[in-house]
């Protein structure tokens, strides 16, 4: 088994709480604790630090799947709007192989751009300027089925994807929050936790069962102390 401090969050969380509850249907050892200063009190504190940061706790992991949604949802559009786009550039390069000038104009001479933000400004840019040319948009349209219609509906996918980026955006944020106050509730419990566990061991050093009880190791004699 391991020590408190070596435990990760969820089992730091069920430990105090199995602590607790030890504590309060056992009155030998809410005897022999309140002796030494843990009076109900401090086992009404000690709850109330437990119940927060179980909140915070699920909150957080509510959050970091909302993050994962977003994340997941924004990698796809892009991934997506990326093979749109290329196919289009590529067609539409096609056509304007004997037209440089407009080609340039239109900027599809230029390599597809790998970062997302540089990415959209180049979509935007190409959709946005291509159905400006009638000649153009009718070859298309005529020979590709690339349509005025499908071009603008790729813009509103372009601005789909923006709004996939700011909720992404949005998200990790508010888990960044939320992880940040799961710490703090954290901290704040493994402080009390700490400092119990100590005097657990100090009260019923020698008496294994107490201390199983409470669901605390009894340390070897040479274990170094930083381990809870």
Do not use: C
Not at 8 to 34: F, G, M, W, Y
Request: a positive charge; zero cysteines; charged letters at 30%.
């Amino acid at each position: 088994m391991k020590y408190y401090g070596k435990k990760n969050t969820p089992e730091r969380l069920s430990q105090a709480e199995e602590l607790i509850l030890s504590v309060s249907i056992d009155e030998e050892l809410r005897t022999r604790l309140a002796v030494v200063g843990y009076s109900e009190t401090h086992f009404t504190h000690v709850h109330e630090l437990l119940d927060a940061a179980k909140r915070l706790e699920t909150n957080q992991q509510v959050q970091l799947g909302k993050q994962t949604a977003a994340t997941n949802t924004l990698v796809a559009r892009t991934q997506s709007m990326r093979l749109k786009f290329i196919s289009d550039r590529k067609i539409t390069r096609h056509v304007l192989k004997n037209n440089q000038a407009l080609a340039e104009e239109l900027r599809i001479h230029i390599k597809t751009k790998k970062g997302r933000e540089a990415l959209i400004r180049q979509m935007t840019h190409f959709y946005e300027e291509v159905i400006i040319y009638e000649a153009l948009m009718r070859e298309l349209a005529e020979e590709y089925n690339l349509t005025i219609e499908l071009f603008r509906i790729r813009l509103e996918d372009v601005n789909r994807l923006m709004q996939a980026i700011q909720a992404q955006q949005y998200q990790k944020g508010v888990f960044r929050t939320a992880t940040q106050e799961r710490r703090e509730a954290m901290q704040q419990l493994d402080a009390w936790m700490s400092r119990f566990i100590k005097m657990a061991r100090l009260v019923f050093y020698g008496e294994e069962e107490k201390l199983r009880k409470l669901h605390i190791h009894s340390r070897p004699r040479n274990a170094p102390k930083s381990e809870e």
